[in-house]
């Protein structure tokens, strides 16, 4: 007798959950789908105004459209100066790891050489990616400035924020230091200006 009431009441929960429960199968795969149940603004998407992020539009200045599309000072500030960092890194680990293999020790021992190469490394790398960082943020400091007040961006205008930036960093070097080095990063920046236009 009281196995056939737990039967009875065994099967009124199966059937009252078989019929209740809501299922995947039931919710998604069939014709009756209701964002709603999922989250609470699912289903308002025609009532949203979207917007518009003035952040993914390339810069208007004229000349501005190269093979490096830029968006706006802020955006050549942080790629140029981030781009720099890392090769001048990755340039002085090379050079580091040239000059700690070379270099002459008193015992020949694998530790020692090792810690040679990894001293090297380290002491070029951080040189290099250092300087070449500064060396972008100066230079995208001024040719942002220089195509604001100019209106438009060009080769000159990355010519001149090349020597500004050089003449700078060599300053305090006498003035012929700093001319070489106008006219190195001035060249530089020619070049590059050069190359993203005809890319």
Same mark, same amino acid.
């Given at each position: 007798?009281?196995?056939?009431?737990?039967?009875?009441?065994?099967?009124?929960?199966?059937?009252?959950?078989?019929?209740?429960?809501?299922?995947?199968?039931?919710?998604?795969?069939?014709?009756?789908?209701?964002?709603?149940?999922?989250?609470?603004?699912?289903?308002?998407?025609?009532?949203?105004?979207?917007?518009?992020?003035?952040?993914?539009?390339?810069?208007?200045?004229?000349?501005?459209?190269?093979?490096?599309?830029?968006?706006?000072?802020?955006? =050549?500030?942080?790629? !140029?100066?981030?781009?720099? +960092?890392? %090769?001048?890194? &990755?340039?002085?680990?090379?050079?580091? @790891?040239?000059?700690?293999?070379?270099?002459?020790?008193?015992?020949?021992?694998?530790?020692?050489?090792?810690?040679?190469?990894?001293?090297?490394?380290?002491?070029?790398?951080?040189?290099?990616?250092?300087?070449?960082?500064?060396?972008?943020?100066?230079?995208?400091?001024?040719?942002?400035?220089? =195509?604001?007040?100019? !209106?438009?961006?060009?080769? +000159?205008? %990355?010519?001149? &924020?090349?020597?500004?930036?050089?003449? @700078?960093?060599?300053?305090?070097?006498?003035?012929?230091?700093?001319?070489?080095?106008?006219?190195?990063?001035?060249?530089?920046?020619?070049?590059?200006?050069?190359?993203?236009?005809?890319?």
């Amino acid at each position: 007798m009281a196995s056939s009431s737990n039967t009875a009441n065994s099967s009124f929960v199966k059937d009252e959950f078989a019929t209740d429960a809501p299922t995947s199968s039931h919710d998604l795969l069939l014709g009756s789908f209701d964002p709603s149940k999922l989250h609470p603004m699912a289903g308002i998407e025609d009532k949203l105004d979207y917007l518009l992020l003035d952040d993914e539009k390339t810069s208007d200045l004229p000349g501005a459209g190269t093979a490096i599309p830029s968006r706006g000072w802020s955006d =050549d500030l942080c790629y !140029g100066t981030g781009t720099m +960092y890392l %090769s001048g890194l &990755a340039l002085g680990g090379v050079w580091g @790891l040239r000059e700690g293999a070379r270099k002459p020790l008193a015992v020949s021992n694998a530790r020692l050489r090792i810690n040679s190469i990894l001293n090297s490394v380290t002491r070029r790398g951080t040189f290099i990616g250092n300087s070449a960082g500064c060396l972008a943020l100066v230079y995208n400091a001024f040719n942002s400035a220089i =195509d604001h007040f100019r !209106g438009q961006h060009d080769t +000159y205008g %990355s010519m001149a &924020a090349g020597a500004l930036t050089g003449v @700078l960093y060599k300053s305090t070097a006498g003035v012929k230091p700093a001319l070489a080095a106008a006219t190195v990063i001035s060249g530089s920046a020619g070049v590059w200006s050069w190359i993203k236009r005809k890319i």
